[in-house]
């Protein structure tokens, strides 16, 4: 969960509290307490779960509770266990409280042409915290800059456009006017401020479609599918990175 969400519904009075675990821990490994918790954390470990960060960043995690092997697939078993403890597959950060955040999925990590290791969630939510945004994905990996792949919320571009007093209807010919492509523009703009140099969004490109699971772009839970979504949009990707591309969209 977004920190922000979760700030604004504790402000409410509903307080969340977040928790880690995966199929092969049984239950979870962390948990915020009522008296004791962090919003964008997921908690402190659980009875005798242990924690540590690997040097790649992966979280391990040693436990009575983690799982002895997968069903006839001792390959595989061996592929997830270092020395006893088992490789989550999740990028993490425990703070000097003990207390673990999230902060990818380590097949999702980035690494640019620069070497650096991007985590795209964290980019992804943060531009996602600004309304007009509905759907993001972040590109680059091996590449000199990152770029993006951005869906709008066509409410909230509607309303934008007539607070600049653009009577335009067709969907598809608004999102492509100047004067949305900077709105869009200033907001990302915004967002980089927050951002080293190497995680900031250098160009992007807005998609008339949202991103939905019937189209493929998006799993049962609503996350995006990265490789699905740059194999289908190949040409528009890598049109983000010809020397000679200037346009936005």
Not at 42 to 62: T, Y
């Amino acid at each position: 969960m977004a920190q922000h969400i979760a700030e604004f519904f504790h402000a409410a009075g509903f307080l969340i509290l977040e928790g880690y675990g995966l199929t092969e821990t049984t239950a979870a490994v962390t948990v915020n307490r009522e008296e004791n918790y962090k919003f964008g954390s997921v908690g402190l470990p659980l009875g005798e779960a242990k924690i540590k960060i690997a040097s790649d960043g992966e979280i391990l995690v040693k436990s009575k509770k983690v799982f002895k092997k997968y069903h006839n697939l001792p390959q595989e078993t061996a592929e997830v266990f270092d020395n006893g403890w088992f490789k989550t597959g999740d990028i993490g950060e425990i703070g000097s409280d003990g207390i673990l955040k999230i902060t990818d999925r380590k097949k999702e990590i980035i690494v640019t042409a620069g070497g650096k290791n991007v985590a795209p969630q964290k980019i992804e939510n943060l531009i996602k915290s600004d309304p007009i945004i509905s759907q993001i994905m972040v590109h680059g990996d091996r590449r000199n800059y990152l770029t993006a792949l951005i869906t709008l919320n066509p409410d909230e571009v509607r309303k934008i456009a007539s607070g600049l007093s653009l009577r335009i209807e067709d969907y598809s010919a608004l999102i492509r006017h100047p004067k949305i492509v900077r709105y869009v523009e200033a907001k990302i703009a915004q967002k980089n401020k927050e951002l080293p140099s190497f995680e900031t969004i250098k160009k992007f490109h807005l998609l008339e479609q949202d991103f939905t699971i019937e189209t493929g772009e998006l799993t049962p839970s609503l996350k995006v599918k990265r490789k699905f979504c740059t194999q289908k949009y190949r040409d528009v990707l890598d049109s983000m990175y010809d020397n000679n591309a200037t346009a936005h969209i």
